[in-house]
């Protein structure tokens, strides 16, 4: 009898690409209704128009390159990264900042390097940066959470500011606005105000904003159940998180007044969402475990120095991009040692 | 690498664990539920003389020859080697190349054999019965002689590693590796449950002939009925009082030799080195057996337990198969294959190669037929690209990083893979199952080995090359050399002999002009002293 050869192992395998990011997408999801209802239609439309983009920039690079389209979607990083994008960016950003923001994140970052695993910059963050830097007051403008919102949307409103750029009645923009918590925290802190005087503000809660809070903790769920599914390992978000965090506890202990608790960092801005969700990447962190421990510590660290001293409320991005371009030293630096070799490696 | 603590005799036993390695379904039932059989007289037997690693054997025999069960027809006299013997009687009808159990698919030189169903043995050697009073030499010799190889996979002469080089035999333990890690496979599992007196034996030979501190059994925790009869067998036993049966947790690669060494003493075998170097040994059980009836009984090595199984195959089962018996007249005895038959791999999945044909024979390390269905084992699916996930990192157990190996090897840089121990690779197959771009890792590094080893060899062919064509213009200066100095001596000599008789002539002259004067006498004499 005759039968065909194929090489060792033979085995089915467990694990695809597919299947990681589809784990990633569904622990966003709870997080991303969260912004929804929190922050409104806006989040939502953001999201279409996002994936949207990246999906047909995925197909028109697949095509240019003569490749087959429909196995490059369906690994969905690039939905992902679609997704990724559009719950860090405001959420009545023009529709035209959203379109460019997606296709240089899928066109130049991702697809001009070799497409998914050759990217040296995470897409995401690259392209928030690209828009934070060359639109900083569109890509600033957050609304306030639902509780403190006088001026709430609907769906038809928020088509008409996004696609028309018209606010609704007599509303300005100034009105619809309003400071994120790390903003408030921060202008506070420049006004000589202590941080407990800062706390009563009402857009702040328990450990973050009002709201964002809430955000932030759906985020550590989603990012529990990847655990779970082993989608990710503990070590970027943990070191991440940890670097944040025990940079707050120093000043805090330092001086409570004028540096706010472990706790707010962690539950304000895109902590929470960068640690699990952006960090992790791992095509552009560093290929070693004990190598992402220490890309995730200077994440965690580089987001608590522009936060406190830097130019800008929030870091994420400016830290996950910092960090992409250090993964290579982190990762020679830190190569396991081998079984059987000894004094040689790093471990 | 941490420790963890298993329970030995009502006494606590340190066990490590190696970084990496992956949990499997084992799959291991199937093959189980029937006892195991001995397989009926082949109608052909078709021995590869090449079963072993090392020097390849020549035959004993030509075609025509009529043969006893024992007798030895292949043999080589290198160190490293083992002989092979005819399973049973009957007549050499042909010595040549045929398909041999081998990943490259490549047919190997055989001696094909047509029993005569007699069965007829040949007069073998004594017994060694009280094998502590014999040489241990003379029982090394035995084992060399049985043909003995490494029944695990490896096929490494067990004689030599039973003969630890100097300075290494200070063996501190010998492992009896009953791990069997591997999925499907239940031949060393059923060897250990129907015949652990000749385990324990044979480990108790090797045990004298290494004089080993401890003797440790290693069996997976995922075959109780295996670790009951081994427990009984040593507590029964009073050749090995050293011994004692470890249970192991059920993770792949367990049975792989470092890996194993490590789990059970905490030491790790130098890069390239041997274990006897950190004072272990490591022998199969089936090896052990092996070692028994050749010492014991003086049977050399002809037939081992092979697990047939897999839904490719009617009523998988464990047969004790004459080596050199084809695939294919062993498969109709275990019901014939079923339609779902997608695959023919000879070993595990793990580590098993997949066969074209089932004319095949099984060889001394052949431990399973493997057949599944495309259930068990779906063909692969297409390859996506490396998201540099780490999977396979955490995976390895030897604690490489693969996905950075397979980006020099992608991108033909063989020395970087080399830097990245490429060559520490013990292609166990973890990367490769864990891959979610189903990166065929393992294949990569192995024809990167090979490529590396042409290249190697390329340069030392270069090299030598080199080195001749150096040593031809060396040896051609050297006679021009000596050419040159010989015609400037006879140049030399020449002119000497010129120049004397110039001086002889030009003398016999002044004789004869008989006018002779002290101050050109003096000249001439000077000029000769020069010359000289």
Redesign the interface.
Known sequence: MQFPTITSPHTSRPNSVQKAMLWVILALIPGTLAMIWFFGWGILINMVLAITTAIACEALVMKLRGREIKPVIMDLSAILTAMLFAVAVPPLLPWWLTVLGVAFAILLVKQAYGGLGYNVFNPAMAAYVLLLISYPVQMTSWLPPMMLNENPMGLLQTLNVIFGGALPGSLTWDAVTMATPLDTMRTGLSLNQTVSEISSNPILGQFGGKGWEVVAGLYLLGGGFMLYKKAISWHIPVSTLGGLAVMALLFNILDGDAYPLSSFHIFSGAAMLGAFFIATDPVSAPGTRKGQIYYGAGIGILVYIIRTWGGYPDAIAFSVLLMNMAAPTIEFFTRPRTFGHRGSGND | MSKFYTEDNNQIRKLWT?SGGIH?PDNKAQSLTRPAGKAEMPQRLVIPLQQHIGAPNEPLVAVGDKVLKGQMIGQSQGFVSAPVHASTSGTVVDIGDHPVAHPS?LPGPCIVIEPDKEDKWADLPPPMEYYATWDKRDIRNRIRESGIVGMGGASFPTSVKLSPPEGQQDIQSLIINGAECE?FITSDDVLMQNHAERIINGAAIMNYLLDAKECLIAIEDNKPEAIEVMKKAVAATEKLDNAHVVVIPTLYPSGSE?QLI?ILTGK????G?LPSQVGVVVQNVSTAAAVSDAVLEGKPLISRLVTLTGEGIKEPQNLEVLLGTQV?ELVPQVGG?TNQ?????MGG??????????AIPVGKANNCV?V?SLD???????I????????C??AC?????P??MYWHVQSKALDKAKEN?LF?CVEC?CC???????I?L??FF?SAKAANLQLDRDQQKKERARERAEARNERLEKIAAEKKAKMEAKKAAMKKKKEAAAALKKEQEEQAAAKPAADTNEESTGSEGQDG
């Open positions: 190696f499997i698919a999925p470092k490590y790790e075998v130098p890069q080195g294919e294959y038959a997608s695959k023919l791999i999945p793990m580590m098993g190669f997949s066969m074209r044909s089932d493997l599944p068990e084992i779906p063909n692969p699916e297409n996506s690209a490396c998201i540099r996930c780490l999977r990192v955490d157990p030897m604690g490489l990083v996905q950075n121990n520490d197959g490769s199952h864990v891959c979610p771009s189903r065929p393992v294949q192995r």
